[in-house]
């Protein structure tokens, strides 16, 4: 087999894996390095030889029995952390059914502690407490270049990721007409990766964790009731009311368990979870200010004397009717927004700018870049998150350029009310930009390209004004959507003097299943998508359309 090759041999559990030096007041040895493995590093891993196929209740005997084989009974050193200290020991002997460590300190004694109450006598005599046993995943393997201790390291590694971002308390009580690895193991280790490649919304992941809380919560209440109950004799009302609350609890856990699996399951997060939060507004709307006026926002990553001279007498005069007219300065575009309410207008200086969460937009509110909209860049950093989201009444966005990176979610959604984009630069990444049911958008003088999807998805019961833009270089130019399960009306477009070519497919798609059109309305749907047809032939009349097939 090829000794470089990332998943290693039948004998070996992983890469060989390079050293690293241990920050702190006290100079350690140096350590393996362990924690960077990559994603099919660890799914073979745990598939082939810790997992294998076994059931629920057979995961620890399984991971006890590999451990067997893979680690060295002693004579190996390591870092022993907790949270309040890290200290070197030696490894005398490893009890693989309890997964735990017999250890000794090191001569001579080294430590690094984060209380002061911790000494070197302390830490002896929580040893003799814990009768020299410690968990093997609180043990970080001592480095060294023999290679003896390579796949002792690798081992302990995979025995600590498992425990804390795979194992739940739960999951040994699961039925075991499955196998653990495809059931649990495969789902958990996909959305662990996936968060840290950021492919999930943030507001998902912070549902998916504040869940997993809230079961580990009442799973422990539950536990504990159970023990109670288990030891409890007598048949008292105590006793029944007891039991009663678990049957509470044990329903709330099953329901918990089965919104973690839906978020864990990629398939079933993007249809239900996904799908889902993409049609409810972020942001709620504010409204006026209780006290009356409107705010203007300037947003810029530096001001000079110069610069601010300018935007006063060119943009700053012109838009206050009066001396009293309040002014806010930012440095980050993502605050300024947050902080309008209904009216305010944001004016945003020449300059780079990066956002690492979602912008929405829930009320009447004008962002405008001040100068070219090449000069004015907002970058979005992360591939879970929303872009720009708009549901406000009447929402104005111009002169400036958006960039998007390997994006999950389209570039601009506009969920509701009425969305101006007007001379700005759409630079795509998955889907452009996507109009919802009820949602109005008017585009003016916009360049918008590289989409992997359609460069704009509109959506039945929306209405669409394009003129004098350009749509470039994406999978399809615009997808006109229908439902197959839902009655919507036709959305209603305006497209002219636009400029669309050089897409992988079409220039415009028409999405309206036939058979579910008979079935809904058989005697009217037919003629009423005919003269939609006709109109829009009559629209294309007027376009400058380039290479395009329609």
Not at 70 to 86: C, H, M, N, Q, Y
Not at 251 to 262: D, T, V
Not at 421 to 430: A, I, R
Not at 460 to 467: I, K
Request: hydrophobic share 35%.
């Amino acid at each position: 087999e090829d000794e470089d090759s990332d998943y290693g041999s039948h004998k070996k559990l992983g890469r060989v894996s390079p050293c690293r030096v241990l920050s702190g007041t006290v100079q350690f040895p140096d350590l393996f390095q362990t924690s960077n493995l990559l994603f099919y590093e660890r799914f073979e891993a745990y598939k082939d030889y810790l997992l294998g196929d076994a059931k629920p209740s057979e995961v620890m005997e399984f991971i006890s029995e590999y451990l067997e084989k893979a680690l060295e009974p002693s004579g190996w050193k390591a870092v022993w952390r907790t949270d309040i200290f890290e200290v070197l020991v030696e490894v005398t002997e490893v009890s693989y059914s309890s997964l735990k460590a017999v250890v000794q300190p090191c001569v001579p004694f080294m430590c690094d502690y984060r209380m002061e109450c911790v000494t070197e006598q302390s830490i002896r005599d929580l040893l003799e407490v814990k009768e020299q046993r410690v968990p093997l995943q609180e043990l970080y393997v001592v480095y060294d270049d023999s290679g003896e201790y390579d796949q002792t390291a690798m081992s302990i590694e995979h025995v600590r990721f498992f425990f804390q971002h795979i194992w739940r308390l739960w999951d040994e009580e699961e039925e075991d007409y499955f196998d653990y690895f495809t059931r649990c193991a495969e789902p958990r280790l996909r959305f662990h990766y996936d968060v840290l490649e950021e492919r999930i919304p943030s507001e998902l992941v912070s549902e998916y964790h504040a869940i997993l809380r809230r079961c580990m919560q009442v799973y422990s209440q539950f536990n504990s009731l159970r023990n109670a109950l288990s030891n409890s004799d007598s048949d008292t009302e105590l006793d029944n009311v007891s039991m009663v609350e678990g049957m509470k609890m044990d329903g709330e856990m099953e329901n918990l368990k089965r919104k973690l699996k839906l978020i864990e399951n990629p398939l079933l997060r993007y249809l239900f979870c996904c799908q889902k939060s993409s049609g409810r507004y972020s942001l709620k709307k504010k409204g006026p200010r209780t006290t009356g006026g409107k705010v203007i926002h300037v947003v810029s990553t530096s001001m000079t004397i110069e610069t601010l001279m300018c935007l006063t007498r060119e943009r700053l005069e012109s838009e206050s009717c009066s001396q009293n007219q309040e002014i806010q300065f930012h440095k980050d575009l993502l605050e300024a927004v947050n902080a309008c309410y209904d009216g305010d207008l944001v004016l945003i200086c020449p300059g780079h700018y990066y956002i690492y969460s979602q912008i929405c937009i829930a009320d009447s509110v004008y962002i405008e870049g001040y100068g070219m909209a090449d000069d004015i860049i907002i970058e979005k950093k992360g591939k879970g998150d929303k872009f720009v989201e708009c549901s406000g009444p009447s929402v104005k966005i111009s002169n400036v350029k958006l960039i998007q990176h390997s994006a999950v979610e389209g570039i601009v959604s506009v969920l509701g009310g009425k969305t101006e984009l007007e001379n700005c630069v759409f630079q795509c990444d998955t889907t452009g930009i996507t109009v919802k049911k009820s949602a109005e958008l008017v585009m003016k003088y916009c360049d918008l390209y590289g989409a992997k999807g359609a460069g704009l998805e509109i959506y039945p019961g929306s209405n669409c004004s394009l003129t004098d833009n350009g749509i470039h270089h994406c999978r399809d130019g615009i997808l006109i959507k229908d439902f197959i399960d839902e009655v919507h009306d036709l959305p209603k477009i305006i497209l002219e003097h636009n400029v669309i070519h050089n897409h992988e497919g079409y220039a415009v798609v028409l999405v309206k299943p036939s058979s579910s059109m008979e079935k809904m309305r058989p005697d009217q749907e037919g003629d009423s998508f005919l003269v939609s047809l006709h109109s829009l032939c009559l629209y294309l009349s007027v376009w400058k359309l380039g290479q395009c097939d329609v």
